[in-house]
């Protein structure tokens, strides 16, 4: 059973960074492709960036792109998201996704996603 743990959410003014962290448990980290999502309140979950399990190829939304930086190491089984110059609508709740090992594939579709972690909140303030 794969097990996902966000941290590293909190209170930030506009122009800040934060970095995110996953730490996945109880399978082969090397095994899945992962990703970022968030949910605001009210809203549907969004995607946020993707990233490979081999070749560490990355997807990222646009509202994103060239602000957010996603990595991962297999050393540590962890899955980072740098975050800089937030905006007060990054605020959200941050949320760890892994596929299912058989896929290869980033995807931006929450439901491709099997496992999750419990999510970790991250308000920004103009």
């Known amino acids: 059973q794969v097990q996902l743990e966000e941290s590293g959410g909190g209170l930030v003014q506009a122009g800040d960074s934060l970095r995110l962290t996953c730490i996945v448990s109880?399978?082969?980290?090397?095994?899945?492709?992962m990703s970022w999502f968030r949910q605001a309140p009210g809203k549907e979950r969004e995607f946020i960036c993707a990233?490979?399990?081999?070749?560490?190829?990355?997807t990222y939304a646009d509202s994103v792109k060239g602000r957010f930086t996603i990595s991962r190491t297999s050393a540590r089984n962890t899955v980072y998201l740098q975050m800089d110059s937030l905006k007060p609508e990054d605020t959200a709740v941050y949320y760890c996704?892994?596929?299912?090992?058989?896929?290869?594939?980033?995807?931006?579709?929450?439901?491709?996603?099997?496992?999750w972690g419990q999510g970790t909140q991250v308000t920004v303030s103009s």
């Open positions: 996704a892994a596929r299912a090992a058989v896929y290869n594939s980033r995807s931006s579709q929450s439901r491709d996603y099997k496992y």
């Open positions: 990233i490979s399990k081999i070749d560490s190829a990355t």
């Open positions: 109880g399978e082969t980290f090397s095994n899945y492709v």
